[in-house]
């Protein structure tokens, strides 16, 4: 949870772009960037579980007009209305998904990654982030 603010920031995530996350579990990435940054969120998510528990969540949020989770496969969803990709994937997948990206996205797109970079890609920018705690998305 501490990350994902610092990943925005990174991104300089402004009010109403687009701001995807490919694997977007229960909904944490999308949710602070509709609540915290104004974005308009898009989270991808193939478990229904983790699409109906982070649905539920901006729901009760009132986010529900800014965050939207698709349940899909990632590799089947369409990048092209992304300003900015947001993500926590590991090399492997982010590997498989770099075509994709290259394809799709349109220039001035700003990807931030945590943890995994991606093969042969340089980095613009590279911070070192120390977590306080495990927090959870409940939380305000
Ligand atoms: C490392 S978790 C990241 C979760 C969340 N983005 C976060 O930062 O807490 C990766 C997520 O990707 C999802 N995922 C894996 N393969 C996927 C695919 N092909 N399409 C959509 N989601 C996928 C998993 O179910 C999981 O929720």
């Known amino acids: 949870m501490d990350a994902i603010p610092v990943m925005l920031e ?3 995530v402004k009010k109403d772009e687009v701001v995807f996350d490919l694997g977007s579990g229960d909904g944490r990435i999308p ?3 509709a609540r915290d940054f104004h974005a308009l969120a898009r989270g ?3 478990r229904k579980r983790l699409v109906e528990q982070s649905r539920a ?3 009760d949020l009132e986010l529900s007009r800014r965050v939207k989770i698709i ?4 590799k089947k969803v369409d990048l092209r209305p992304a300003d900015v990709l ?3 994937l590991s090399s492997y997948t982010l590997n498989l998904l770099a075509p994709k990206f290259i394809e799709q996205l349109r220039p001035g797109v700003r990807i931030v990654n945590f943890d995994f970079p991606i093969e042969g890609w340089k980095a613009k920018r590279e911070i070192e982030f120390k977590p306080k ?4 998305i409940c939380m305000s």
């Open 10 to 12: 990174l991104a300089s």
């Open 31 to 33: 949710i602070v960037a």
């Open 44 to 46: 991808v998510e193939i």
């Open 57 to 59: 969540l901006a729901k």
């Open 71 to 74: 349940s899909e496969n990632f």
């Open 86 to 88: 947001a993500l926590y």
């Open 133 to 136: 705690a495990t927090r959870s």
